[in-house]
């Protein structure tokens, strides 16, 4: 029984140092596994981050990847746009059979070619009677409002698109000029002054 008794060492008592810094070691033990278990929350949302990234990018990359083409097929639609402008409405009726067949196919490629362009999200910007937008067109030139209000587009020189959501080219067009006549200047700041009173 004595035998027994002797072997017997407390779990906490300190025999040749053995135990006595097992709290500060418990510690230490659970402030490394919270800092490991940070760490690793961290790195799996960073990776959880990077794949999302990736992913945008992929379909970005997908969604946009006929930008530079399509910006290059543009400048071919518009030169059949000006080949079929270049033909008075007069001239198209006295045209010899074989000369009509020849507009009908430049107006069917072009056609082909505004509808393959779409099918690729490449679309026209409207600009009939809208307002100027400067996300969306260039202003080239003002001119006399003729009853339209200042700022809207009186006319398109060069039609403008976008892809998907972005811009690929912007609509060159003519604004409405504000009213510039002395009456408008008269009233307001910035007007005439009177130099009778």
Known sequence: ???????????????????????????????????MKDRMLRALADAENTRRRAERERDESRQYAVTSFARDML????????????????????VTLQVKAVLDGVEATERQLLATLERHGVR?????????????HQAIAEAPSEGRPPGTIVSVVQNGYVIADRLLRPAMVTVAARDQSPAANDSGPGGTLDTKA
């Open 75 to 94: 400048n071919v639609a518009d030169n059949l746009n000006r080949a079929l402008q270049s033909i008075p409405d007069e001239a198209r009726a006295q």
């Open 124 to 136: 026209k910007i409207e600009t009939a009677g809208a307002k100027f937008d400067p996300h969306l």
């Open 1 to 35: 029984m004595t035998g027994e008794q002797d072997d017997y060492i407390p779990e906490n008592s300190d025999v040749n140092g053995v135990g006595a810094d097992v709290p500060d070691e418990l510690a230490q033990l659970r402030s490394e596994n919270a800092e």
